[in-house]
């Protein structure tokens, strides 16, 4: 239980580019396939800086510092080609 | 025209259905051909079977009773029923409108059972659909479900034969679901209803908050709305008398037979296994000559052993701590003689292939898992093919906007568990089975993506 804010990260929105874990490395990494793997915990204080920048350079605005959920901003952009996209989308 | 059917169901109340079923009504094969009074779909019959559809005094009535009766949803999450009503009612007092939906997409290929329920109880739902909009103090219904002609027209009959008679206060729109895996995960169908592809969204905020048209929105499956209707006719009392006192009342199951049959039917929660699959877990031989392992849950289930299956109970507190869940009803029974891992590897790539492509360790990760699953189920795999298995089921797990990778997971890693000594013997370059048939379901081809 510490107050000290958490990182998270839309799985949706995310595509890979790996900026935070550069930005971050102490507490963010890549799997295998690029998609960063966040470290158990908080934030400590001394990396509040690196987080935010890692959270503001995100270029799918996935990453996020987590508030209390409900302010958690919503990000549905689709961020993959239409090629990719395997379901139906709506009929022009 | 409203007189003329409310007459026709008789003199209010119906004495409550003792015993099973409770939900689909027998139907004896002289039904068939039978005018509206007798046949037990038609809302005639329905109303004559079950009685009048009697609204709460208060909308919060509903709820209560649903607290009292212990309902969880019937869907596979069992979520108390009537946590998400006050919740959507919480909403939309201060909205002013609300959402409610019927969902029957079922898109789990094993599982029959909501199919099974709007095809010969359509009128039960449909009750539901609309005390659970009185209930959350909704706007607007749908009824989402399952592609199919034959189904489609009978549904559409029987919301025309209630708008005939006046019975709904709450507009139903029928709304046919896409043919994918995840079509009835919450946020894929508020996505698809909104004119969207339905693919699930990362639930920020849920949908009890912005769901369709961005609405506070109910949305439970088409057998809790069922199991509601005859809450609100008989009372949590009644509906306490099957079932367990942690589990109360009953659940529709699709059952795969080792014959290779399979029917739906109805089921007190705690009923024994040996009671569902008595040829499979009780009969002569059984269950060792009889099934290799049984797969509980569906597709993101777990396999249990056959000795450990005929020991356990349809009910969560009964499977869980062997690593399964009721879930949506799902109950195979894979014959002895078929090859467990055959069996993991052919679902394990549909449902990699059902991935909705969205987040990186599931559209990665479930393929890779699939592949490796594929070569475990062969002659001589690599050494590292179980090893990439289990890296892998540990780097997708709880990664997903949605449970796919874990459901996915789940299964997989019951399988390396449950068939291990096929596991050995593959490794050896050998395989125990003597049938190499397919035996559970999956949808042929590749999955189908035409639009609506």
């Given at each position: 239980?510490?107050?000290?804010?958490?990182?998270?990260?839309?799985?949706?929105?995310?595509?890979?580019?790996?900026?935070?874990?550069?930005?971050?490395?102490?507490?963010?990494?890549?799997?295998?396939?690029?998609?960063?793997?966040?470290?158990?915990?908080?934030?400590?204080?001394?990396?509040?800086?690196?987080?935010?920048?890692?959270?503001?350079?995100?270029?799918?605005?996935?990453?996020?510092?987590?508030?209390?959920?409900?302010?958690?901003?919503?990000?549905?952009?689709?961020?993959?080609?239409?090629?990719?996209?395997?379901?139906?989308?709506?009929?022009? | 025209?409203?007189?003329?059917?409310?007459?026709?169901?008789?003199?209010?109340?119906?004495?409550?259905?003792?015993?099973?079923?409770?939900?689909?009504?027998?139907?004896?094969?002289?039904?068939?051909?039978?005018?509206?009074?007798?046949?037990?779909?038609?809302?005639?019959?329905?109303?004559?079977?079950?009685?009048?559809?009697?609204?709460?005094?208060?909308?919060?009535?509903?709820?209560?009773?649903?607290?009292?009766?212990?309902?969880?949803?019937?869907?596979g999450a069992a979520?108390?029923?009537?946590?998400?009503?006050?919740?959507?009612?919480?909403?939309?007092?201060?909205?002013?409108?609300?959402?409610?939906?019927?969902?029957?997409?079922?898109?789990?290929?094993?599982?029959?059972?909501?199919?099974?329920?709007?095809?010969?109880?359509?009128?039960?739902?449909?009750?539901?659909?609309?005390?659970?909009?009185?209930?959350?103090?909704?706007?607007?219904?749908?009824?989402?479900?399952?592609?199919?002609?034959?189904?489609?027209?009978?549904?559409?009959?029987?919301?025309?034969?209630?708008?005939?008679?006046?019975?709904?206060?709450?507009?139903?729109?029928?709304?046919?679901?896409?043919?994918?895996?995840?079509?009835?995960?919450?946020?894929?169908?508020?996505?698809?209803?909104?004119?969207?592809?339905?693919?699930?969204?990362?639930?920020?905020?849920?949908?009890?908050?912005?769901?369709?048209?961005?609405?506070?929105?109910?949305?439970?499956?088409?057998?809790?709305?069922?199991?509601?209707?005859?809450?609100?006719?008989?009372?949590?009392?009644?509906?306490?008398?099957?079932?367990?006192?942690?589990?109360?009342?009953?659940?529709?199951?699709?059952?795969?037979?080792?014959?290779?049959?399979?029917?739906?039917?109805?089921?007190?929660?705690?009923?024994?296994?040996?009671?569902?699959?008595?040829?499979?877990?009780?009969?002569?031989?059984?269950?060792?000559?009889?099934?290799?392992?049984?797969?509980v849950g569906g597709?993101h289930g777990?396999?249990?052993?056959?000795?450990?299956?005929?020991?356990?109970?349809?009910?969560?507190?009964?499977?869980?701590?062997?690593?399964a869940f009721a879930g949506a009803g799902v109950?195979?029974?894979?014959?002895?003689?078929?090859?467990?891992?055959?069996?993991?590897?052919?679902?394990?790539?549909?449902?990699?292939?059902?991935?909705?492509?969205?987040?990186?360790?599931?559209?990665?990760?479930?393929?890779?898992?699939?592949?490796?699953?594929?070569?475990?189920?062969?002659?001589?795999?690599?050494?590292?093919?179980?090893?990439?298995?289990?890296?892998?089921?540990?780097?997708?797990?709880?990664?997903?906007?949605?449970?796919?990778?874990?459901?996915?997971?789940?299964?997989?890693?019951?399988?390396?568990?449950?068939?291990?000594?096929?596991?050995?013997?593959?490794?050896?370059?050998?395989?125990?089975?003597?049938?190499?048939?397919?035996?559970?379901?999956?949808?042929?081809?590749?999955?189908?993506?035409?639009?609506?």
């Open positions: 239980m510490t107050d000290s804010p958490r990182l998270r990260v839309n799985p949706a929105a995310c595509s890979g580019h790996g900026n935070c874990a550069e930005l971050l490395p102490e507490l963010i990494t890549l799997d295998e396939w690029g998609y960063p793997l966040l470290a158990e915990g908080g934030v400590p204080a001394g990396l509040s800086r690196q987080a935010r920048r890692a959270v503001r350079d995100c270029p799918a605005l996935a990453l996020m510092l987590s508030a209390p959920v409900h302010s958690v901003p919503v990000h549905s952009v689709p961020v993959h080609s239409e090629e990719t996209q395997k379901l139906p989308r709506r009929p022009a | 025209m409203s007189v003329d059917y409310l007459a026709a169901a008789g003199p209010p109340p119906a004495a409550p259905p003792a015993g099973l079923p409770r939900l689909i009504p027998a139907c004896a094969p002289a039904d068939a051909g039978a005018d509206h009074r007798s046949d037990k779909q038609s809302l005639a019959g329905h109303l004559a079977r079950l009685g009048p559809l009697r609204y709460p005094a208060r909308p919060g009535g509903l709820i209560a009773e649903a607290e009292a009766a212990g309902l969880t949803g019937r869907g979520f108390p029923v009537h946590r998400k009503l006050a919740a959507v009612a919480g909403q939309a007092r201060e909205r002013r409108r609300a959402v409610v939906v019927a969902n029957g997409a079922e898109g789990e290929p094993a599982s029959g059972k909501d199919a099974a329920l709007l095809w010969g109880a359509p009128h039960l739902v449909l009750d539901g659909l609309q005390l659970a909009a009185q209930a959350t103090g909704a706007t607007e219904a749908f009824l989402y479900a399952r592609r199919g002609e034959e189904l489609s027209r009978r549904l559409l009959g029987a919301l025309r034969q209630r708008a005939a008679a006046g019975l709904d206060r709450v507009e139903v729109e029928f709304v046919q679901a896409p043919d994918a895996f995840l079509a009835g995960e919450e946020t894929a169908l508020a996505s698809w209803i909104n004119g969207g592809p339905a693919r699930p969204a990362f639930k920020q905020p849920p949908v009890y908050e912005r769901g369709v048209a961005g609405l506070p929105t109910l949305v439970q499956n088409v057998e809790t709305l069922a199991q509601l209707a005859l809450i609100a006719r008989f009372g949590a009392g009644w509906f306490r008398a099957l079932g367990t006192a942690a589990e109360p009342g009953t659940m529709l199951a699709t059952i795969h037979r080792a014959d290779g049959g399979s029917y739906v039917t109805e089921a007190s929660l705690g009923t024994p296994l040996t009671a569902l699959l008595p040829a499979e877990l009780a009969g002569p031989g059984a269950p060792a000559d009889t099934v290799r392992a049984v797969l597709y777990a396999w249990l052993a056959p000795e450990q299956a005929a020991g356990l109970s349809l009910s969560n507190a009964s499977l869980r701590p062997a690593g109950l195979a029974a894979l014959p002895a003689g078929r090859c467990g891992l055959a069996e993991t590897a052919r679902v394990g790539r549909y449902l990699a292939l059902e991935s909705a492509g969205q987040c990186g360790p599931c559209f990665n990760g479930l393929p890779h898992i699939a592949g490796a699953l594929g070569e475990l189920a062969g002659p001589r795999p690599r050494r590292q093919a179980l090893a990439d298995v289990q890296r892998w089921a540990g780097l997708v797990t709880g990664r997903g906007a949605c449970h796919h990778p874990d459901g996915f997971v789940r299964f997989v890693r019951s399988a390396l568990t449950v068939f291990r000594a096929e596991l050995d013997a593959h490794a050896r370059g050998r395989c125990t089975a003597t049938d190499h048939t397919p035996f559970l379901p999956v949808p042929a081809g590749p999955p189908a993506r035409e639009p609506r």
